[in-house]
């Protein structure tokens, strides 16, 4: 039923020869689409397809700019491939697309569309009528290219460890190491390292902080928050939702934490728990080291996604096959993860910074889950319907680093490094849960106090770090780092607000472990059916579809939180 053999679009309205070179290659395409006479439903219906496939080619262009440029941030000809485009190209789509936009729901025949295949496609179309303002085309152009900044900066960082330089991904291995001081020693020095650019990435902060304000006072919004909302589709929940999920994790899941931190204290048989023992196993006891180099990882990974589903496999495969994997860290790539949709090509792009980490296993899984997703939606026949959710498509993901578990065993042969690899996995499922609602209550502050200082931002961070930091962790000394330590967190500088689908996506997770516990054929069978669905339904009804309940209270959250501990003891 499920099939990775996935082939590029074809061409039906496009050259099959074109290419994207500049605005004037593209620019007779959008005339024709507005000036198309539409006298039929059938005629429509032909008219979405040619823009689709015209949206699709312009995607994978611009993604293409965007993945070259990350995996190498220091070739410039690269970074002027992808500013051009944002800053010559795409501000004259956009009043072009919202021409075709207003088309369409201008057009008689619109009414006459399938209410139910089109219902959320013609939503985020009035979305996007509503968002649009002629006067934020050069903002969010420029904005685009200024976001990308940070990458650029991350990408410079490393320090010297033992006479050798690492980038800080490959440094943070010495995180595991069982002699306590070298952990201290690497711990201070990429907290230093950081620190090193942390005026630079608070000057790069006001700058993206003014501009998504002038961008949301421009859409006439009372601040970027509202806009934000509305621009990432969350029709189904709103911030008195999200501050009722911070209050959960602060009841419900901040207890478990400091069980588990308590566990882990007693366990390295120290006073007091320092940041850099948080990763650290007993004496004796050397860090797990799941794969040698990336070739191993993705081969191990192709074999544990073959004993969870065939499919699954296949689909690695295939972007191994294409050359669609950049795993391994190096210097002057930018930092952390993505799994990148291809909408022409169907078959995505998975970057991200392996050191060899049981942390790299869990990226790769979650990418894949990404990726698993990609596949199964690229035969939908409207690129609008391929824009799933945010929080769906991070159920993908999370979904795959519980329901893989059961086969770790590739990457490791020894029973008891892989009950500590399945240990370490479910403690971070629990403890991840405080970060997403700092990181997330942090923006609700940002975005709703404009003006505000560097020293008053950085005291609100303290003040709500403190909230979801664990008493048992000693910061002595370490306060000027503290203060800055959300500048290590790319979502704030490069997708605002894109932080709590983690969140909800891991309940969503949770909930579909515990039906694979019980039943792994139905609940891969869930899993599979609601991803195939990309984003022709709502939210809600996509959890339903994997038989999950849209529910994020606290009655909910404490009563996963006690069905993963029960798995953990």
């Known amino acids: ?15 099959a020869d074109f290419e994207l070179t500049d605005w004037d290659s593209i620019a007779p395409f959008f005339t ?59 501000p004259k789509i956009q009043p ?37 303002n002629e006067a934020n085309i050069p903002v969010i152009a420029g904005l685009n290219v200024l976001q990308q900044q940070f990458g650029v900066i991350a990408g410079k960082m490393s320090v010297t460890v033992k006479g050798q330089e690492y980038t800080l991904q490959q440094a943070a291995l010495f995180l595991e190491d069982e002699n306590r001081s070298v952990r201290e020693e690497v711990y201070l020095k990429i907290a230093e390292r950081r620190f090193q650019d942390q005026a630079a990435l608070h000057e790069l902060f006001d700058q993206l902080l003014e501009k998504r304000n002038l961008i949301a006072a421009q859409a006439g919004f009372t601040d970027y928050r509202a806009y934000r909302f509305m621009e990432l589709g969350r029709f189904d929940y709103d911030h008195a939702t ?51 180099n990336p070739s191993e990882l993705i081969e191990k990974t192709i074999a544990c996604f073959t004993n969870l589903n065939p499919f ?21 790539k930018a930092p952390g993860g993505y799994n990148c ?52 498509a991070e159920v993908a993901s999370m979904t795959m680093e519980l329901f893989s578990m059961d086969h770790w065993n590739v990457f490791f042969s020894d029973s008891a490094e892989l009950q500590r690899a399945k240990e370490q996995q479910l403690e971070r499922v629990i403890t991840i849960f405080p970060w997403i609602a700092a990181i997330d209550k942090f923006q609700h502050w940002i975005y709703t106090q404009p003006g505000h200082t560097h020293t008053e931002r950085e005291e609100q961070w303290m003040h709500i770090i403190e909230e979801f930091t664990s008493p048992l962790v000693d910061f002595t000394g370490l306060e000027k780092y503290r203060r800055v330590l959300w500048q290590r967190q790319l979502h704030l500088f490069e997708v605002p607000f894109y932080y709590i689908e983690y969140g909800i996506a891991q309940l969503g997770a949770i909930g579909l472990w515990q039906q694979y516990k019980k039943n792994p054929t139905a609940a891969l069978e869930n899993y599979l059916q609601a991803l195939s669905l990309g984003g022709t339904r709502t939210l809600p009804q996509l959890f339903e579809a994997a038989g999950l309940s849209f529910d994020f209270s606290g009655p909910r959250i404490s009563q996963l939180m006690q069905f993963v501990k029960a798995e953990l003891d």
């Open 1 to 15: 039923m499920y099939s990775a053999d996935i082939q590029k679009l074809p061409r039906h309205y496009l050259p």
């Open 32 to 90: 024709e689409l507005e000036g198309r006479v539409l006298s039929s439903l059938a005629e429509l219906e032909q008219w979405l397809r040619d823009v689709s496939e015209l949206e699709s080619v312009i995607s994978e262009d611009a993604c293409w700019r965007q993945i070259r440029m990350t995996c190498d941030t220091e070739n410039k000809a690269l970074e002027e491939a992808f500013n051009f485009f944002m800053l010559a190209i795409q």
């Open 96 to 132: 072009w697309s919202d021409r075709l936009n207003r088309k369409l729901m201008d057009c008689p025949f619109t009414a006459s569309l399938d209410t139910y295949t089109y219902f959320t496609f013609l939503r985020s179309i009035r979305k996007q009528i509503d968002l649009f």
């Open 242 to 292: 999200c501050e009722q999920f911070h209050e959960a994790v602060r009841d419900h899941v901040m207890p478990l934490v400091n069980q588990l931190y308590e566990q882990k204290r007693k366990k390295l048989g120290v006073d007091k728990l320092r940041p850099w023992d948080l990763e650290a196993e007993p004496m004796g006891t050397k860090p797990l080291r799941p794969f040698a």
């Open 312 to 332: 699954f496999a296949a689909c690695l495969t295939r972007m191994r096959q294409l050359g669609h994997l950049d795993l391994e860290s190096r210097k002057g």
């Open 341 to 392: 949709p291809l909408a022409v090509s169907g078959a995505p792009f998975i970057f991200m910074n392996a050191a060899g980490t049981l942390d790299d296993v869990t990226t790769m899984v979650h990418e894949g889950g990404h990726a698993i997703h990609s596949f199964l939606c690229h035969s939908l026949p409207l690129n609008g319907f391929k824009e799933y959710p945010t929080e769906i």
